[in-house]
């Protein structure tokens, strides 16, 4: 957990090239606009407004980068993606953003590990499944682990969290069957519940992320 928080405002970029050079394990957040990725990371970070969160969908307009780890020497990134699907943005606009997040999620060699919110009340939509497709030749190759995190477990009851959960696993079974690592986790900012959970598992992809790093130091 204390890992997590200290995270602290990187860099902010509207295009893949003014990311940093690819080098510490990155792990992205991505999901529908309004899913909560950014009070996730607040959440993780127990940091009030390190990510931008509102009540306005599509707000978040940038990749934000956070860096996390000792402060004279960081160990991975955390990257906050524009969240996708909301209807009123700009068709020019979507279908730039459409382009920079595949580019990202294809591309992007420093990236360990994705974050994938849904709001627990919906569960993966068609967007979310066109997403994962983009990453999934990398999630089958075991070098982009997944965590699900079906947000705002807050909303459902006990009986509803876990049939979410459950349908969630189903629908991510073809993924999995093809060798991918995934995990599936109830989410909520304002119980903490899945909280712990979280920090832990991303905290493995950072010592996932030394391994790729020597690996390629080596070759
Ligand atoms: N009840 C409840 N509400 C939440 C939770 N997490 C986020 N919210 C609310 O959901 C709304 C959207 O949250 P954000 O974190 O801004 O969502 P986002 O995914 O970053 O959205 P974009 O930046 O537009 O892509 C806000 O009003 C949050 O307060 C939660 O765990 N429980
Ligand atoms: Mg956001």
């Known amino acids: 957990m204390a890992w997590l928080h200290s995270a602290r405002f990187l860099t902010t970029a509207s295009r893949l090239d003014q990311l940093p050079a690819p080098g510490l394990p990155e792990i992205a957040f991505v999901g529908r606009s309004n899913a909560g990725k950014s009070t996730a990371i607040n959440t993780l ?21 956070f860096e996390v780890g000792p402060k004279d020497g960081a160990d991975a990134l955390l ?9 009123a943005v700009e068709r020019s606009a979507k279908l730039r953003w459409q382009r920079v997040m595949a ?20 569960g993966l939509t068609e967007l979310d499944e066109r997403l994962l497709q983009l990453v999934a030749p990398r999630l089958a190759g075991g070098a982009v682990r ?7 477990a807050d909303k459902l009851n006990r009986r509803d969290g876990l049939l979410a959960l459950k349908r969630c696993e189903e629908a991510l079974a073809d993924h999995a069957d093809e060798g991918a690592e995934i995990g ?3 989410f909520s900012a304002l119980s903490r519940e899945g909280l712990a959970d979280v920090a832990e598992v991303l905290h493995g992809w950072r010592d996932v992320g030394d391994v790729v790093a020597g690996a390629e130091v080596a070759a």
């Open 45 to 65: 970070a127990q940091h009030k407004r390190l990510a931008f969160s509102s009540r306005t969908p599509g707000r978040t307009q940038h990749i934000n980068l």
């Open 79 to 87: 990257a906050d993606l524009p969240g996708y699907g909301y209807a």
């Open 103 to 122: 580019d990202y999620l294809r591309e992007r060699e420093s990236l360990v590990g994705v974050v994938l919110l849904a709001d627990a009340r919906l």
């Open 146 to 152: 997944l965590l699900v995190l079906l947000t705002k």
């Open 184 to 186: 599936v986790s109830l």
